[in-house]
């Protein structure tokens, strides 16, 4: 679609018109004269056919550069079809656990039983690459902290990195509380509002490691808004080989704390969710993406193309071409004068 940012420029087509009404006529002197043996030398201006068909054509050259110049100031633009822009959502932070705990194997993906950093990566993976318009950041902690990526909009450069992850990265203990600190800066760093911030911290253990207690840090994220979700994982009991040579049931999750996993998400406004499996961890993912839904689309942006540069250059042209043409004209009609002059 095309259309004009300043239309009533238009008005000023006619001012060439108006200020020709509007200034006072040439008045000619009556009295002066010009004395000359003979009227030959003023034979060139007799062929008044031609010096009017030059002047009307020139006319018309002036009036289409006035035109354009006019049409530039009232700027054309097209204007684009509509287009759908993302709006800019929440600082969402995850925090995943690389304890040694998270080797065990009482998950399955497919057909095939994998320990649980790996199913958290495949779920993980699928979850960030639905976050459109969220800045997005890692943190991976073991025995210490550590921000893997910082909060941002390339999900698959988070996602890459997520799958890089190791068990043992950060570390053999489990350093909860210091996570909780570390995304708690980074967030607060990013200086958005309250309300648009979230943790999505997972472990299957409890705090081992670490400066900060978990509590304690959990009230730093209250105080900036931060909500924190909160994600146990590990199976309830599995079956291994005992020594005597039969089969036994365990808890493998027996040192995962829920209790203080709760309080902190509690605290700060979020939820405690339990993953005991990989559909289990799955639907938590699930109910995530339904209690921080990603922003919807805008509709009404269309992009804005400004073209006034098109009929300013052409009028440019135009006009350059005219005293060009002019100073031809001039220099042509001087010659045959003089030509003419000195023959008679």
Known sequence: ???????????????????????????????????????RGFAVLADRSEVEQFLNWRFWVAVIA??????????????????DVPVSGRNLMLAVDLSGSMDAKDFELGSRRVDRLTATKAVASDFIGRREGDRIGLILFGERAYLQVPLTLDRETVKTLLLEAFIGLAGEKTAIGDAITLAVKRIHDQGTAAGEQVLILLTDGANTAGEIDPLKAAELAQQIGLRVYTIGIGAEQMVVSSITGGMRRVNPSADLDEETLTKIADLTGGQYFRAKDTAGLQEIYRLLDEMEPVAEPEAGFRPIKSLYYWPLAGSFVLAAFLALMNLLAGWQLARQSRLKFNAG
């Open 1 to 39: 679609m095309w259309s004009l940012a300043w239309p009533w420029m238009l008005l000023a087509l006619p001012l060439p018109l108006l200020i020709r009404k509007l200034m006072p006529a040439v008045v000619g002197t009556q009295d002066a004269g010009l004395k000359v043996p003979s009227f």
């Open 66 to 83: 006035w035109m354009l110049l006019v049409l530039a100031a009232a700027r054309p633009q097209r204007i684009g079809d509509e287009l």
